[in-house]
């Protein structure tokens, strides 16, 4: 059971506050993804769990057992490195043997599992050559195969495919979901792109300026932001918002048209997914600024009362730049946001 | 300029300098060293190899080198472990660690000689803590491993240093990543400094082991004000040949000799230290 809890864990760096108050808890075998913007922390995070950072106040605790005080060795992880950190000084087999070798496996073991990792990265033909000699792309797949062949209750993936071209992302991205799944290992894997977050994850923490705003499922992340940078955040391109204004007893004036809300006193904020507008006769009147063909949609940034809004539509649709559309929201796909709190409001 | 001469260009200041200092010089102990009246001859090489006195200083210059290099070796490495670790004071640490070598290997002698002396510090306080009766002479024909002990002492202070400065740059520049990444896959510390530290700094050693070992075979003004005429020594006899024999010629012949000795292990070092093909450190 390599269940993970982070209670209350916060990061400063003299002055600089990197982390607040971060509570998680990450099931056994379940596939965490941490989502955010370069900068927001989420390196430190992982690191915190790894034991190469300490955390300034705050827990870890990995399979029921408190880790603060355990070094990296002693925690029942393994890590792929951000900046890789394969050793130059040793082969590819040797760099994915070397946590082997440091447990005192038998060489035929050692052998095994380096070349089954190795096949496993598409790898297997460098096993001989120095990490010296090897490509960035090549390297980071060395790092994660020496994580892998660990065999561990817990990988720590920070940012494990980002140097890899789309094709063998893509094709990566599965073969490690597969491995990482058929060996029941937990996972916590950290990246800057949404869309291997939401392929990947059984559950995303999107993180912003050290906290966590959101941690739920990929369908609930997207479809139910709970607060402003989520919506603004996840989905490419993100939620349209608009200002809405109290109509009394539950009733909403967004751009001239009338929408049931949240029974609440204060001003809102409306938020629709451009894929979730299409065009009909009743709706807003939106003037097509910028229209760009993307050959499965036609993606048009249009201007709704002086607020850019941008609609996914159907490419077979012709659109000028200059024409005035009626764009209608499917039904329950808004969402509210009070402007104060950037919380989502039900 | 052309780019493909420009180079050349810029080191020709060095290469003139190191020409009219060096190879000039060099040129000119060779000449002296294979030169008699009738022309090419290895008559002084014949000369001062057969001196009784070449084995033992050869011997003894060896046994020195022998004893003192690993043990520095050790301690360098030691000591900039040491100092890498530390978080404050680590500059101020390196400096007075460091002080020996800003003083010269004679007066570095003189100092250790100062303790050793019949009258020295040494002496003193073993008498004033009632250890022996009186001073005892410590230097002398009666006691050579007493002389060989003190010898060993005064180099380890004084040169231990060299080595500690160049191995604290070169541990400088290992990336900390690959300490974190040995940490996460369970590397002791004795560990990491074995597979990770040691072959990092195989440049780092290569340079600080061929300047260390090629001094040791130059081991001259401190020999010379502790163990005196009881521990000769290649450099010492070199001394004595040019200055009190005025044998310039043999003199000459056992400079060569020397040369090729740190030549060789030089090389020898290179070699034991060198990085595997394909491996970039
Ligand atoms: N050792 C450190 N000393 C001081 N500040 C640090 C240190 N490490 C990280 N920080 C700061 O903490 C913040 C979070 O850094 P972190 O590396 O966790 O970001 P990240 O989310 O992993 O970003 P990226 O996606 O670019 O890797 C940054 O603002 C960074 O400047
Ligand atoms: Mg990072």
Not at chain 1, 42 to 57: C, N, P
Not at chain 2, 71 to 87: D, E, F, P, R
Not at chain 2, 206 to 220: D, G, H, K, S, Y
Request: charged share 20%; with cysteine.
């Amino acid at each position: 059971m390599a269940e993970i809890r982070i209670k209350n864990v916060a990061k400063n760096f003299g002055s600089y506050q990197a982390l607040h108050d971060i509570n998680l808890t990450i099931a056994d075998q379940e596939f965490m993804v941490l989502l955010g913007a370069s900068g927001c922390g989420k390196s430190t995070l992982l690191r915190i769990i790894a034991g190469l950072e300490t955390a300034t106040t705050g827990e870890v605790w990995i399979s029921g057992r408190r880790v603060d005080h355990l070094s990296p060795k002693d925690r029942g992880i393994s890590m792929v490195f951000q900046n890789y950190a394969v050793f130059p000084h040793l082969t590819v087999f040797e760099n994915i043997g070397f946590g082997l070798r440091m447990q005192k496996l038998p060489d035929d073991e050692v052998k095994r599992r380096v070349e089954r990792t190795a096949g496993l990265m598409h790898i297997e033909q460098l096993l001989k050559r120095y990490s010296g000699e090897l490509s960035g792309g090549q390297r980071q797949r060395v790092a994660v195969a020496r994580a892998l062949a660990m065999e561990p209750d817990v990988i720590l993936m920070d940012e494990p495919l980002s140097n890899l071209d789309a094709l063998l992302r893509m094709e990566m991205r599965a073969e490690l979901k597969g491995v990482l799944a058929e060996s029941r290992t937990t996972a916590i894997y950290v990246t800057h792109d949404q869309v291997e977050a939401m392929s990947m994850a059984d559950r995303i923490s999107v993180m912003h300026q050290g906290k966590i705003v959101q941690a739920a499922s990929p369908i609930e992340v997207y479809r139910d932001p709970a607060a402003e940078f989520v919506a603004s955040f996840i989905g490419n391109p993100p939620m349209n918002f608009l200002p809405a204004e109290a109509a009394g007893s539950g009733r909403w004036t967004v751009a001239g048209q009338s929408f049931e809300g949240p029974a609440n006193g204060k001003d809102l904020k409306w938020a629709i997914r451009p894929e979730d507008l299409r065009i009909a006769d009743q709706g807003f009147g939106a003037r097509a600024k910028v229209v760009e063909p993307l050959g499965a949609h036609l993606l048009v940034t249009c201007d709704v009362e002086g607020h850019q809004f941008r609609a996914v539509l159907d490419s077979e649709l012709s659109v000028k730049p200059g024409d005035v559309l009626t764009l209608a929201p499917q039904e329950g796909r808004g969402r509210w946001f009070d402007p104060e709190t950037t919380l989502s409001v039900a | 300029m052309e780019a493909r001469l420009l180079p050349y260009f810029l080191i020709l200041p060095v290469t003139l300098f190191l020409c009219l200092f060096f190879l000039y010089p060099f040129a000119l102990v060779a000449q002296q060293a294979f030169g008699t009246e009738n022309g090419f001859s290895l008559d002084n090489f014949r000369e001062v190899v057969t001196y009784w006195k070449f084995p033992i200083s050869m011997k003894n210059t060896f046994l020195l080198a022998a004893a003192v290099v690993p043990i520095q070796l050790a301690l360098s490495l030691l000591m900039a472990t040491m100092v890498t670790k530390m978080q404050k004071g680590r500059d101020l640490v390196l400096y007075i660690w460091t002080i020996p070598l800003g003083i010269s290997d004679l007066a570095a002698g003189i100092i250790w000689l100062a303790i050793f002396e019949q009258s020295g510090f040494l002496n003193s306080m073993m008498v004033g803590l009632g250890v022996t009766e009186q001073p005892m002479s410590l230097l002398s024909y009666q006691t050579p491993w007493v002389v060989f002990l003190a010898i060993m002492l005064a180099e380890i202070w004084r040169a231990t240093a060299i080595m500690l400065v160049i191995l604290v740059a070169g541990i400088g520049l290992i990336p900390k990543e690959y300490y974190e990444a040995a940490d996460v896959f369970g590397a002791s510390r004795w560990k990491q400094f074995t597979r990770i530290t040691l072959p990092l700094l195989r440049p780092s050693l290569q340079t600080a082991l061929v300047l260390r070992v090629i001094l040791a075979f130059e081991v001259f003004a401190v020999v010379a004000a502790l163990g005196g005429t009881i521990f000769p020594v290649l450099m010492g006899e070199i001394y004595a040949y040019q200055f009190d024999l005025q044998n310039g010629g043999a003199a000459a012949a056992l400079a060569i000799i020397v040369l090729i000795i740190s030549i060789v292990f030089t090389l020898i070092i290179i070699r034991a230290l060198r990085v595997p093909k394909g491996a970039t450190i």
